[in-house]
């Protein structure tokens, strides 16, 4: 008897001639480009050093394409938001290190979001591993050791013939669910010395599907098709795994109120009478998922800003799909089932029988939202509603925007429709500063035929003002909206409230406008009221461009004091 799993490939005539007669000239870094090739992989970025330069190199003869940026924790930005377009593993090249240190910030984010980024970082030669202190360049006691609370998995490499098994077990690691950034380590003297190793010609890129248990999928179906009041919180897994038509199908099914998080936006229609919009700092939604007796939560684990700062206190049977399995049931009892969401939500549509009717289920939505409303129109902050509006009106359709830790993010998390899934991004995951520019110089690597929109605020565009550099360079279709409030608004808030003044929030910034010219970007200076005349003029406009908005904001007042 023949098993599958005993079939093996025979290689075929011209493979056994290619493998006996590999082309001379080639090192441990040929070994790399040709595994991430081999892979799928079109696109890396980067930076180059010295323990790095036999990588580099070997992207000479390779096809990929190379996008380097100016600072590690940018070219990570780069890497995460390519990953979360593209679905694909993205690969980030780094050297040893300070490198590699300082791409930690974007691997957390990475984590936090779950965005499949694959790290390839040199080492210091192969004699110097092992916790000795030799005084090599770079060196320390352990580098895998500061990315191990970080990523997803580590791969240290010893010898040329473990770098494609370990690259190949790195991008699987990466794109089976829940997504992440995973990390690859291999020595200088390993990538500098030539091999005679053949090409690598293929690979396996199929990551291992994460289904539901029929047990757990059986009971929930019970339990939502039981159900007199449910409702659903759906999260960023959602997004990650394309599954937005079939959370619309179920929740049309169960006539259940759906709210997005805000990693989860966009999964949702925000105009679909079943809509809760992304209000989930609101007292009222708060309130209102409370009172569901089931709650299906898709995606999300309730964390700090979906559960309103952890005030979230469900009095009905709570059902948690969640692929990461740290997640599950981490911050309330639930039926945890650990899958991906698509999987399960395709589960729970076959195993669901009949329809769930419920008239009332749109009108008590439209009560919340315009409970919510209220409270926001009884603050008088219309300068960022209208804000938010005119980036919309400008934005199209199908665009996808970056948001960094500011003022308007902040807002946008709440109130922004982001038309489409997987069309809105931004730094929520980690909560760290200058994300969204180059992440947005990512996206637009990723797809080339939608213009790119970057909102920053003057204290967090400092973090990534380099990588207008990057975008002259590559001709990338990213718009950057800064936000100049003379500092760090957000934290200006939050020490006045809590102490009566600030410190450390004022900031000396340069002239943006000025500034992005010469980098030979154009900018355009705006005010409020020609804000969506200029971002629609801009994106419309090939190339990278800048908009600096002068504009001190303010935030809603929270509910969970």
């Known amino acids: 008897m023949t098993h599958d799993h005993d079939l093996v490939l025979r290689p075929t005539a011209a493979q056994t001639e290619a493998a006996l007669n590999p082309p001379p000239g080639r090192n441990g870094g040929d070994l790399v480009v040709e595994t991430l090739a081999g892979l799928g992989a079109t696109t890396v970025f980067g930076l180059p050093g010295q323990h790095a330069l036999g990588v580099f190199d070997a992207l000479r003869r390779s096809d990929l394409r190379y996008i380097g940026l100016r600072v590690e924790n940018n070219a990570g930005f780069a890497a995460d938001a390519y990953g979360r377009i593209t679905g694909e593993a993205a690969p980030l090249l780094l050297s040893t290190g300070p490198g590699a240190l300082t791409s930690l910030a974007a691997l957390q984010e990475a984590a936090s979001a779950s965005a499949p980024v694959l790290a390839i970082s040199s080492q210091i030669p192969t004699a110097g591993l092992g916790g000795g202190r030799h005084g090599y360049l770079h060196e320390l006691p352990d580098q895998a050791a500061s990315f191990r609370g970080v990523v997803k998995s580590v791969h240290t490499v010893r010898s040329q013939s473990q770098i494609p098994s370990a690259i190949e077990a790195a991008w699987k690691s990466a794109l089976s669910a829940p997504h992440g950034p995973v990390w690859v380590e291999i020595p200088q003297d390993v990538l500098l010395a030539e091999t005679s190793i053949p090409v690598v010609t293929g690979g396996d890129a199929f990551p291992e ?13 019970h339990l939502l098709s039981s159900a007199s009041r449910p409702a659903i919180i759906a999260g960023g897994g959602v997004v990650r795994a394309d599954a937005s038509g079939k959370l619309r199908q179920l929740a049309e099914r169960l006539s259940a109120p759906v709210v997005t998080t805000y990693g989860g936006k966009g999964a949702f229609p925000w105009t679909h009478p079943l809509s809760l919009q992304s209000w989930v700092e609101d007292r009222h939604t708060t309130d209102f998922l409370e009172d569901a007796d089931v709650l299906l939560v898709v995606g999300s684990g309730l964390g700090e800003l979906s559960s309103n700062y952890h005030t979230f206190r469900p009095r009905g049977r709570v059902i948690q799909i969640e692929a990461d399995l740290g997640k599950l049931e981490s911050n309330h009892p639930a039926l945890g089932i650990h899958a991906d969401a698509r999987l399960a939500l395709q589960a729970l549509l076959e195993t669901i029988e009949g329809t769930r009717e419920d008239a009332t289920a749109p009108e008590r939505v439209r009560d919340v939202l315009a409970r919510v409303r209220e409270r926001i129109e009884g603050q008088e902050l219309t300068l960022e509603q209208s804000l938010l509006t005119s980036v919309r009106r400008a934005l199209p359709p199908r665009a996808p925007s970056f948001w960094d830790m500011t003022i308007l993010s902040y807002w946008a998390w709440s109130a922004f429709d982001p038309k489409h899934p997987n069309t809105m991004h931004s730094a ?23 213009p790119v929109l970057a909102v920053s605020g003057d204290g967090g565009a400092l973090y990534s003002i380099a990588e207008l550099a990057t975008a002259r360079q590559y001709d990338l279709n990213v718009t950057w909206l800064i936000v100049d409030d003379g500092g760090y608004g957000i934290l200006r808030e939050y020490m006045t409230d809590a102490f009566g003044e600030t410190t450390g929030t004022e900031l000396t910034r340069p002239d943006y406008v000025a500034l992005a010219e010469s980098f030979g970007v154009p900018a355009t200076p ?36």
């Open 209 to 221: 599907e994460l289904p539901p248990r029929p047990e757990l999928t059986a009971l929930a179906a």
């Open 428 to 450: 929520q995951g980690s909560g760290g500063l200058g994300y969204a520019f180059p992440a947005a110089l990512g996206a637009a690597a990723a797809d080339p035929t939608q």
């Open 526 to 561: 705006t005010t409020p009221e020609t804000l969506a005349t200029d971002l629609t003029k801009s994106l419309a406009t090939p190339g990278p461009s800048v908009v600096v908005l002068p504009a001190v904001l303010r935030m809603f007042a929270p509910t969970h004091l």
